[in-house]
């Protein structure tokens, strides 16, 4: 064999020629060798390259299909298989081959054999059709309705109701309907829930004054309160006044009063009865007991009565009637009367047989006195003092703190007075106190000086001294001197009563009526018309002149009395020191306690 193995032999014009056939290389005349063009990686893309003797095949990869020279392009199993994964499962192209998913909402095992099942309502769409019942396609994904909520792969219906009042707000009722709600006003109130809540027909419903709102049914309406009503020519001004008195709302003879929105009606003084029917008038002189003074007659006229002195007498017919007297000067007439014309008349206030004030017979408690209210005595508490007469109680004007800042208030009897504390100057009642840098303290182990007392300071937290009553600090030596209250008051009030004589003391004052007067001198002194009144002891009236009496014991006096020896021999019954004189001379004891003087600390 001329050739080497594999190798061609060819016959030429007197010889002959080896050469290795194609695929194959080599020494022809020796060994021709099959070469491998699969190295070379001649075939196409995703194509395998299967080596032959002499040559090379290529084929597609299993999965893919073209030509294996050029390339070979995946087969998409999902579009050539008729369902390959199965019912609602979704195929995926891979390279290799495919796979089968579940898509969203579904669940399960996903081959031919079988399918998934849905297991959410939020799957995947591109329409309403391929969504669950009451569900809804929304930007590629199945959504429930409005009104239903997903269990699982069901829209099922939401009962808004199951809390009434968030639904459909307070007084209504809620009615649950397939993916929504129905709300209904409770009878008696309206509105359109759960966008307008529902109320009375009256809420929010603004009447004018005097008017309410009252509901019919559904409907509201301002009525006007009783006793008030509208006004048809002018509707606008809303309720008026109803004037019950122009319609005759009282009965027979009685005071009707009209009031806003009402009336009253009342008997006039003077009568009795029903003012809603009829009044009657009172006879007052029928009733008892004696309503019109001693001697006097009365009169009855309709809702009062008069009382008259009879002919013959005078006097005042509310206290008593006497006979006229006869006079020709006024020392012929009784008492305070003066003598006019021919006959005594009894002067105003004074009333009676003797025609005296009517305080004269009138005793009134401590702090209080003796004043003419219509005509009638009566007891009022003075000033400073509050209460029942009888029991009149002195005011603590210092609970108000009256005084300037850094004064010390000092309640007293009736009044108070505004201090400010040793070292300290200024005005106490208006400007203020200058606080001292070093308070001095004052206690038992440290008195004050005479003419002042110890008593505590709130605002200096300490016992100060301050004048005592009576007394009031000099602003330029310090030092408490005694205070005229005739001259000094703080008030510019008189401290005595009109007509009255104040005389000042060493820490207090007295008061006195002067000579030809009488009366309380803390109220009033008034002028005496009558040698009775103004014959006073230890004057007496010895055959109608007043005279100086004569004594020579005490046993010549009258009862308290002392007969005191004066120069030339004369002699007369004067009462001691503390005692006052009465009527008739004889003495009793000043009770200065009840006669204002401020004598205690």
Same mark, same amino acid.
């Given at each position: 064999?001329?050739?080497?193995?594999?190798?061609?032999?060819?016959?030429?014009?007197?010889?002959?020629?080896?050469?290795?056939?194609?695929?194959?290389?080599?020494?022809?005349?020796?060994?021709?060798?099959?070469?491998?063009?699969?190295?070379?990686?001649?075939?196409?893309?995703?194509?395998?390259?299967?080596?032959?003797?002499?040559?090379?095949?290529?084929?597609?990869?299993?999965?893919?299909?073209?030509?294996?020279?050029?390339?070979?392009?995946?087969?998409?199993?999902?579009?050539?298989?008729?369902?390959?994964?199965?019912?609602?499962?979704?195929?995926?192209?891979?390279?290799?081959?495919?796979?089968?998913?579940?898509?969203?909402?579904?669940?399960?095992?996903?081959?031919?054999?079988?399918?998934?099942?849905?297991?959410?309502?939020?799957?995947?769409?591109?329409?309403?059709?391929?969504?669950?019942?009451?569900?809804?396609?929304?930007?590629?994904?199945?959504?429930?309705?409005?009104?239903?909520?997903?269990? !699982?792969?069901?829209?099922?219906?939401?009962?808004?109701?199951?809390?009434?009042?968030?639904?459909?707000?307070?007084?209504?009722?809620?009615?649950?309907?397939?993916?929504?709600?129905?709300?209904?006003?409770?009878?008696?109130?309206?509105?359109?829930?759960?966008?307008?809540?529902?109320?009375?027909?009256?809420?929010?419903?603004?009447?004018?004054?005097?008017?309410?709102?009252?509901?019919?049914?559904?409907?509201?309406?301002?009525?006007?309160?009783?006793?008030?009503?509208?006004?048809?020519?002018?509707?606008?001004?809303? =309720?008026?006044?109803?004037?019950?008195?122009?319609?005759?709302?009282?009965?027979? !003879?009685?005071?009707?009063?009209?009031?806003? !929105?009402?009336?009253?009606?009342?008997?006039?003084?003077?009568?009795?009865?029903?003012?809603?029917?009829?009044?009657?008038?009172?006879?007052?002189?029928?009733?008892?007991?004696?309503?019109?003074?001693?001697?006097?007659?009365?009169?009855?006229?309709? !809702?009062?009565?008069?009382?008259?002195?009879?002919?013959?007498?005078?006097?005042?017919?509310?206290?008593?009637?006497?006979?006229?007297?006869?006079?020709?000067?006024?020392?012929?007439?009784?008492?305070?009367?003066?003598?006019?014309?021919?006959?005594?008349?009894?002067?105003?206030?004074?009333?009676?047989?003797?025609?005296?004030?009517?305080?004269?017979?009138?005793?009134?408690?401590?702090?209080?006195?003796?004043?003419?209210?219509?005509?009638?005595?009566?007891?009022?508490?003075?000033?400073?003092?509050?209460?029942?007469?009888?029991?009149?109680?002195?005011?603590?004007?210092?609970?108000?703190?009256?005084?300037?800042?850094?004064?010390?208030?000092?309640?007293?009897?009736?009044?108070?007075?505004?201090?400010?504390?040793?070292?300290?100057?200024?005005?106490?009642?208006?400007?203020?106190?200058?606080?001292?840098?070093?308070?001095?303290?004052?206690?038992?182990?440290?008195?004050?000086?005479?003419?002042?007392? =110890?008593?505590?300071?709130?605002?200096?937290?300490?016992?100060?001294?301050?004048?005592?009553?009576?007394?009031?600090?000099?602003?330029?030596?310090?030092?408490?001197?005694?205070?005229?209250?005739?001259?000094?008051?703080?008030?510019?009030?008189?401290?005595?009563?009109?007509?009255?004589?104040?005389?000042?003391?060493?820490?207090?004052?007295?008061?006195?009526?002067?000579?030809?007067?009488?009366?309380?001198?803390?109220?009033?002194?008034?002028?005496?018309?009558?040698?009775?009144?103004?014959?006073?002891?230890?004057?007496?009236?010895?055959?109608?002149?007043?005279?100086?009496?004569?004594?020579?014991?005490?046993?010549?006096?009258?009862?308290?009395?002392?007969?005191?020896?004066?120069?030339?021999?004369?002699?007369?019954?004067?009462?001691?020191?503390?005692?006052?004189?009465?009527?008739?001379?004889?003495?009793?004891?000043?009770?200065?306690?009840?006669?204002?003087?401020?004598?205690?600390?």
């Amino acid at each position: 064999r001329p050739c080497g193995k594999d190798a061609l032999c060819s016959n030429v014009d007197g010889s002959y020629t080896c050469t290795c056939p194609p695929g194959f290389i080599g020494d022809p005349f020796k060994l021709c060798s099959d070469i491998n063009e699969c190295e070379s990686n001649p075939c196409g893309l995703n194509a395998t390259c299967v080596d032959t003797q002499g040559s090379y095949s290529c084929v597609c990869k299993e999965d893919f299909t073209g030509d294996p020279y050029q390339a070979c392009t995946d087969i998409d199993e999902c579009k050539v298989l008729d369902r390959p994964c199965g019912a609602s499962a979704v195929c995926e192209n891979t390279s290799p081959g495919y796979t089968c998913l579940c898509p969203q909402g579904f669940s399960g095992k996903p081959d031919a054999r079988v399918a998934c099942e849905q297991v959410d309502v939020r799957s995947l769409c591109s329409s309403n059709f391929e969504c669950v019942n009451n569900a809804e396609c929304t930007d590629g994904t199945c959504y429930c309705r409005p009104g239903f909520e997903a269990r !699982g792969s069901l829209c099922v219906d939401v009962d808004e109701c199951r809390d009434n009042e968030a639904a459909c707000g307070p007084q209504a009722t809620c009615t649950n309907t397939p993916g929504s709600f129905r709300c209904d006003c409770v009878e008696g109130y309206v509105g359109a829930p759960p966008r307008i809540k529902c109320k009375a027909p009256c809420d929010d419903v603004q009447c004018s004054s005097h008017a309410y709102c009252k509901a019919t049914g559904l409907e509201a309406f301002c009525v006007c309160e009783e006793g008030w009503t509208y006004d048809p020519q002018d509707i606008t001004a809303g =309720c008026i006044d109803i004037d019950e008195c122009s319609h005759g709302g009282c009965g027979q !003879g009685a005071v009707c009063t009209n009031t806003p !929105g009402s009336h009253s009606c009342a008997c006039p003084t003077g009568f009795t009865g029903n003012a809603f029917k009829q009044c009657l008038n009172i006879n007052e002189c029928s009733q008892g007991p004696r309503i019109c003074g001693e001697g006097a007659q009365c009169v009855d006229t309709p !809702g009062a009565y008069t009382c008259v002195c009879p002919e013959g007498s005078t006097g005042d017919p509310a206290v008593q009637c006497s006979s006229t007297v006869v006079c020709a000067k006024d020392s012929e007439c009784p008492g305070n009367a003066v003598c006019e014309g021919t006959k005594c008349h009894c002067p105003e206030p004074n009333t009676g047989r003797d025609c005296r004030h009517p305080c004269e017979s009138k005793s009134c408690g401590p702090y209080s006195q003796c004043s003419l209210l219509n005509n009638m005595a009566t007891c009022l508490c003075i000033s400073g003092y509050s209460g029942a007469p009888g029991a009149c109680a002195d005011i603590d004007e210092c609970a108000a703190s009256p005084c300037a800042v850094g004064a010390v208030c000092v309640n007293e009897p009736g009044s108070f007075s505004c201090q400010c504390p040793a070292g300290s100057s200024g005005d106490p009642f208006k400007e203020g106190c200058s606080t001292p840098k070093n308070p001095p303290g004052c206690g038992p182990s440290n008195p004050c000086p005479g003419s002042e007392i =110890c008593v505590p300071d709130e605002y200096l937290g300490t016992s100060v001294c301050v004048c005592s009553r009576g007394y009031m600090r000099d602003q330029k030596s310090g030092i408490c001197r005694d205070l005229n209250e005739c001259t000094e008051s703080r008030d510019s009030r008189p401290v005595c009563g009109r007509n009255a004589v104040c005389k000042n003391l060493p820490g207090s004052y007295e008061c006195a009526c002067p000579p030809g007067f009488n009366g309380n001198p803390f109220n009033l002194c008034e002028e005496c018309n009558t040698l009775e009144c103004q014959c006073r002891p230890p004057y007496q009236i010895v055959n109608g002149e007043c005279t100086l009496a004569t004594c020579t014991t005490a046993a010549d006096c009258k009862p308290g009395a002392e007969c005191v020896n004066i120069a030339g021999g004369v002699s007369y019954c004067a009462c001691p020191k503390g005692y006052t004189p009465k009527e008739d001379g004889s003495c009793q004891d000043v009770d200065e306690c009840t006669e204002s003087r401020h004598l205690c600390g």
